[in-house]
Nanobody, 127 residues
Framework: QVQLVDSGGGLVQAGESLRLSCSAS????????VAWFRHAPGKEREFVAA????????FYADSVKGRFSISKDNAKNTVYLQMDSLKPEDTAMYSC????????????????????WGQGTQVSVSS
């Protein structure tokens, strides 16, 4: 069983940056595609970004494209979500999710495709 731990959330002002981290309980990310999702009160869970097992393919939601960047460090068994130019509408609970895939698989935007989930880290952006 793999456990994911996400961290790095906090309260910032609009325009500032945060970097979220997602770490696995054991060396697993070299075989995993990983994604970030967010859930704001009163809204449905939303795809944010995903990265392939190889780390060579990344997908982003249109709402964060150009501001957020996902990266993968297999040696550190950690996936990062760099969030720049934050906006109040980015306020949400952010959770990472992972699934073991074949090397050539594209990362998925569908949360039901992911088996392992972090507990979530809160990001709050004030105007």
């Amino acid at each position: 069983q793999v456990q994911l731990v996400d961290s790095g959330g906090g309260l910032v002002q609009a325009g500032e940056s945060l970097r979220l981290s997602c770490s696995a309980s054991r060396r697993a990310f070299s075989e995993f595609a990983v994604a970030w999702f967010r859930h704001a009160p009163g809204k449905e869970r939303e795809f944010v970004a995903a990265i392939s097992r190889s780390g060579s393919v990344m997908f982003y939601a249109d709402s964060v494209k150009g501001r957020f960047s996902i990266s993968k460090d297999n040696a550190k068994n950690t996936v990062y979500l760099q969030m720049d130019s934050l906006k109040p509408e980015d306020t949400a609970m952010y959770s990472c999710a992972g699934v073991r895939t074949i090397l050539t698989a594209q990362p998925d935007r569908d949360p039901s495709s992911y088996r392992y989930w972090g507990q979530g880290t809160q990001v709050s952006v004030s105007s």
